[in-house]
């Protein structure tokens, strides 16, 4: 039977991660009226939130 290895688990954990970056509750609470440099700010979280993401992925994937 074949262990495991880290890179997958990290991989679960950044899944599980992403569900709760853009599930309802944190969702929620970016969802206001206000603005950063003229964008709302729901966009921005997604948008940041998107490219931790990616950049988190690629530090997984990446490493040797």
Do not use: D
């Not at 495991?4 to 992403?18: D, E, Q, S, W, Y």
């Not at 603005?35 to 690629?58: H, N, R």
């Amino acid at each position: 039977m074949n262990r495991p290895n880290i890179k997958t688990h990290r991989l679960a954990a950044l899944f599980v991660l992403g569900t709760l970056l853009f599930n309802y509750p944190l969702l929620a609470l970016f969802n206001h009226p206000a603005l950063i440099g003229g964008v709302p700010i729901l966009y921005v979280y997604a948008y940041v939130a998107w490219a931790l993401l990616i950049v988190l992925l690629v530090l997984v994937i990446e490493r040797t």
